[in-house]
């Protein structure tokens, strides 16, 4: 199975190319998928369960702390019972073809099925300019406002990650490839990309 | 003018994936001719020119401490001489046509020129299954000396970049593309990377 995860700077354009990629290799392409179908299998708001599983882990501490019972029994909403469920969907969904995958920790999660991980990154100026470019069809948004925006999901990313690995979010130790966005149409990079992902699941047999 | 500068940890294979880049593309290669001709136009040794590079900066200061003539004269064995030569040398290289340039910084200084940034870098183990099979060749080091030596030359490399740039040397925020050379073979990844650079410099015009 060719398994291609997406880890990705808020604002640097990683979901795009990642969709792109999908597209141009004929791979299926999960991102917000996920978080639908669990949320749907639950019974609960997609987005009790966005936040859940990503600052759950934080926020179950005092959540738990002072309960007559500390070992709680494992409900739906539980952040650990939904972690759960994630990774035994994301390896569902590995295992039915290849694929590109946004997010989600897949690089960790399905590390035994060897994906090619790549890590999307820009500076922040350029991430800006794309906030800015996608906000602006609802409502604009001031740059201290999107830095604030790109800071807080770029740690929450890191902070998950924490839990599961001990190369750093987005230290390049922990990738095939990082790619940089800045002043490049996302569209000759996907190309670019997506030849060289042809290449490296060639190269593996 | 086509340029790519190759900047790699030590043991990573940058300097094989960057010649072959070059073979690929069709581009000049630069690598240790720069040490070569700059030793020759001043008539010292090679190898005095390479430590003077690499560690003269740090050198200079206790040297010139304590001399009654602070500014001294510019004499062609002066690390700060031989590294204007060396940036001249550069410009001059670059400029003559496409090209890969191996190391010496040149990422940073022929930055006016929109260089095709590449870092090159394995994990620690590839690094040194790759010392060692060098190695191997004249006489066997062990893996302690090894990796002393690779943190050693990489230190040294850190510690030339931050005297010219802002960004850290190896931080990927500095480059355009970052590629991990663990457990893959060189010759499939420089096809990859060729492909890469050709739709880079494409997409430029």
């Known amino acids: 199975m ?18 792109r990629l999908a597209g141009l290799l004929g791979f299926a392409y999960y991102d917000r998928e996920i978080l639908t179908t669990l949320a749907h299998n639950a019974a609960l708001d997609e987005t ?8 759950g882990w934080l926020a179950r501490i005092p959540l738990t702390f002072g309960a007559s019972f500390t070992y709680l029994p494992s409900t739906p909403h539980d ?5 759960r469920e994630e990774n035994k969907l994301l390896r569902t969904l590995a295992q039915r073809g290849d694929c590109v995958i946004i997010g989600r920790n897949a690089d ?52 998950h990650h924490a839990l599961l690995s001990a190369h750093a979010w987005g230290d390049k130790a922990g990738y095939h490839l990082c790619v940089n966005t800045t002043g490049r149409p996302i569209k000759t990079l996907s190309d670019q990309v997506a030849h060289y992902a042809r290449a490296w699941f060639a190269a593996r047999g």
């Open 48 to 55: 009790y369960v966005e936040t859940a599983l990503e600052t």
């Open 79 to 83: 952040p650990a019972h939904l972690l």
């Open 2 to 19: 060719n398994i291609i995860t997406i880890s990705r700077e808020f604002g640097s354009g990683g979901r795009e190319l990642g969709k």
């Open 108 to 159: 960790l999660i399905l590390q035994s099925m060897e994906p090619f991980k790549i890590f999307v990154y820009a500076d922040l100026e350029a991430k800006l300019a794309r906030c800015r470019a996608h906000a602006a069809k609802e409502e604009p948004v001031d740059d201290a406002t999107l830095k604030r925006k790109i800071r807080q999901l770029d740690k929450q990313r890191a902070n």
